[in-house]
T-cell receptor, first 118, second 113 residues
Framework: AQTVTQSQPEMSVQEAETVTLSCTYDTSESDYYLFWYKQPPSRQMILVIRQEAYKQQNATENRFSVNFQKAAKSFSLKISDSQLGDAAMYFCAYRKAWTGGATNKLIFGTGTLLAVQP | DTAVSQTPKYLVTQMGNDKSIKCEQNLGHDTMYWYKQDSKKFLKIMFSYNNKELIINETVPNRFSPKSPDKAHLNLHINSLELGDSAVYFC????????????FGDGTRLSIL
């Protein structure tokens, strides 16, 4: 069974600094997708960034980028120029590529609570 | 212009009652999901429907019964509520079952007294 591990329950960063959140996963599949979701205190689940496993290039979305190491099964999120609004719970998630059948569920890590200090 | 909307946002009720949570999406997606987030913030899939057909049922007690009247709606009915059902329930939707991301509703916080 696939699993997702986030080993940092809490992290803190100064405003305008850079922070990296860790995520590792376990799978025997070669084709899959990885996601980072943000959950602010308002409880919404907001997609931050996604990565297709077949792509070697790391995904970037403005101040957010990932370091995808397929062989190491690692998928870390880097937030540059941190802002107060980045304070939230961040979830790493995995989904197997669809090859028929019920494979489209997201498997989540336990989350990392990020605090941003002014 | 809410994409995935859930009602109600908060639900407080007593043990043993039956309650429903409704979900609607206006994104034209054909796949919808229910996730449960427990008190430790852990998120886990409960059900998934594709074109009104159940495709995922993750060993959820049969007190939970999803119903999809059409592709845009996926409701969750819970019978005989128990204390352990207290959680936040999220509805989500996606286009197909490929690489497209899932879009989440704002969640329904269910509290059992």
């Amino acid at each position: 069974a696939q699993t997702v591990t986030q080993s940092q329950p809490e992290m803190s960063v100064q405003e305008a600094e850079t922070v990296t959140l860790s995520c590792t996963y376990d799978t025997s599949e070669s084709d899959y997708y990885l996601f980072w979701y943000k959950q602010p205190p308002s409880r919404q689940m907001i997609l931050v960034i996604r990565q297709e496993a077949y792509k070697q290039q790391n995904a970037t979305e403005n101040r957010f980028s990932v370091n995808f190491q397929k062989a190491a099964k690692s998928f870390s999120l880097k937030i540059s120029d941190s802002q107060l609004g980045d304070a939230a719970m961040y979830f790493c998630a995995y989904r197997k590529a669809w090859t028929g059948g019920a494979t489209n569920k997201l498997i989540f890590g336990t989350g990392t609570l990020l605090a941003v200090q002014p | 212009d809410t994409a995935v909307s859930q009602t109600p946002k908060y639900l407080v009720t007593q043990m043993g009652n039956d309650k429903s949570i409704k979900c609607e999406q206006n994104l034209g997606h054909d796949t919808m999901y229910w996730y449960k987030q427990d008190s430790k913030k852990f998120l886990k899939i409960m059900f998934s429907y594709n074109n009104k057909e159940l495709i995922i049922n993750e060993t959820v007690p049969n007190r939970f019964s999803p119903k999809s009247p059409d592709k845009a709606h996926l409701n969750l009915h819970i019978n005989s509520l128990e204390l352990g059902d207290s959680a936040v329930y999220f509805c989500a939707s996606s286009r197909g079952q490929g690489s497209q991301p899932q879009h989440f509703g704002d969640g329904t916080r269910l509290s059992i007294l």
